[in-house]
């Protein structure tokens, strides 16, 4: 893969459609209407320049796509299948029926909501650079948080010269390594009825804290998760990740997961990671702290990774649903070196596995189990084999490390003193029985 810079050029479309011009390198387009986003394209240098009625062409489906999703008439967003996409929510009929450009600006209307009742926790561990970036982003906040909290997990503390005597920030030192134990001690420090975590290589759009609350505004939601764009892609490793292995999350409709989508894939195995990322993730306070927080035994510092989405397997077995709002947007700054993507997917594979077995001692669901003796070897098989037809060494060289993390994760099998841990944070059992039939 080429060690060439991309762009990345944000196009909002709502007051018409400008050709992109000649690129001499490759170039992420990322269309908006006003501050809705609508989806991306990645282009070569060969395929510029693009004319208007290219580029309509491109956005009349992203439009569709938002309009069906958001439609007149849809009591709540469309619900999430097997796979974590749309259920079809309307019929063709409807759709074409729909008054597309006033579903579009009703959609991209600014969030009214008032985000002081939303503390915001950022967690960081030696990036002082990093966290300056992002805590700068939240000061300009279109409704700034009622309270933002930085927890230092570097036991020299770090952060504190960045973050002591800003206004509105609370400091906080956690030494103990672990990000599941830094965004606890976030939670015990935060005061919101709403709260939100974000990361310090993160840098928030101008309106995340209205359209969280405003995603809140819908009672029966418990936790949301939002979109997250790359906030450059000068590195082969930073492409290969956005483009080629799908980045954090790459859809631009809203999708709401209920226990439904637990029952559905009880037997093959929840895959709860299509939620979200927990770089863009937030709680009602009352359920965070109702089902205990996050385990300690998860994340980075830890076992990896997965403490986010074993946290949203928890709502969900306990009759709670989690939302994919993508208004609420997040620019990630992703690892810049093939080491660092390396050691990432290394770490996801572990602390993936690790959240499995969790899981499965929790709720009994036997498709956590199937997942890491089954599904898990056919996916390293499947992706060997295809790197190996298109001749991409670097994936070969990713996959090593997610069979190797897999490894490591196998150790939690064996560990039953590390099974058994108890944890106040565990949470109550599920409020219906998950594999049953579940009525609305």
Excluded at 51 to 68: E, T, Y
Excluded at 94 to 100: N, R
Excluded at 140 to 160: C, E, F, K, T
Excluded at 188 to 198: L, M, P, R, S
């Amino acid at each position: 893969m080429r060690d060439e810079p991309w762009d990345i050029l944000h196009l909002d479309i709502a007051d018409g459609l400008a050709e992109v011009a000649q690129r001499e390198r490759g170039v992420l387009l990322v269309l908006w209407w006003r501050t809705l986003p609508l989806g991306t394209k990645a282009l070569l240098p060969a395929e510029t320049p693009l004319a208007g009625d290219q580029l309509l062409a491109l956005a009349a489906q992203l439009v569709a796509d938002q309009a069906a999703a958001r439609g007149a008439g849809l009591a709540s967003p469309p619900r999430a299948g097997v796979d974590g996409q749309a259920r079809s929510a309307l019929t063709l009929d409807e759709a074409a029926a729909l008054p597309v450009l006033d579903a579009l600006e009703a959609a991209a209307a600014p969030a009214a909501a008032d985000a002081r009742p939303l503390s915001v926790v950022v967690c960081t561990r030696r990036r002082p650079d990093m966290l300056s970036a992002c805590l700068a982003s939240l000061a300009r906040q279109a409704s700034a948080p009622g309270q933002v909290v930085v927890v230092d997990n570097d036991p020299a503390a770090s952060a504190r010269p960045v973050a002591y005597g800003r206004a509105g920030v609370t400091y906080v030192h956690e030494p103990r390594p672990g990000l599941s134990i830094a965004r606890n001690a976030g939670l015990d420090a935060a005061d919101g009825e709403f709260i939100a975590f974000t990361d310090d290589d993160v840098e928030l759009h101008p309106t995340w804290t209205a359209e969280i609350r405003r995603a809140f505004s819908r009672p029966e939601v418990d936790a949301v998760t939002g979109l997250v764009l790359p906030a450059r892609l000068e590195t082969a490793a930073q492409r290969a990740f956005e483009l080629h292995l799908g980045g954090f999350t790459s859809r631009f409709t809203p999708l709401l997961f209920d226990g439904g989508f637990l029952q559905e894939t009880w037997e093959m195995g929840p895959q709860v990671w299509r939620i979200g990322a927990g770089a863009n993730m937030a709680f009602r306070r009352a359920s965070l702290a109702g089902l205990g927080g996050f385990d300690e035994r998860l994340g980075a510092g830890a076992s990896g990774c997965s403490e986010d989405s074993e946290f949203w397997y928890r709502i969900l077995a306990a009759g709670g649903r989690c939302l994919y709002e993508p208004r609420a947007v997040v620019f990630h700054h992703h690892r810049r070196d093939w080491r660092g993507l390396r050691q990432q997917y290394r770490a996801y594979m572990k602390g993936h596995v690790a959240a499995l077995v969790v899981q499965a001692d929790r709720y009994g669901a036997p498709g956590d189990l199937r997942r890491i003796r089954r599904q898990l070897p056919v996916y390293f098989a499947r992706t060997g084999l295809s790197a190996i037809q298109t001749l991409d060494g670097w994936r070969l060289r990713l996959l090593m490390e997610e069979v190797i993390g897999w490894g490591l994760g196998l150790q939690y099998l064996l560990r039953p003193r590390w099974r058994r841990r108890a944890q106040a944070a565990v949470g109550p059992r599920p409020a219906v029985q998950l594999g049953a039939p579940q009525h609305a």
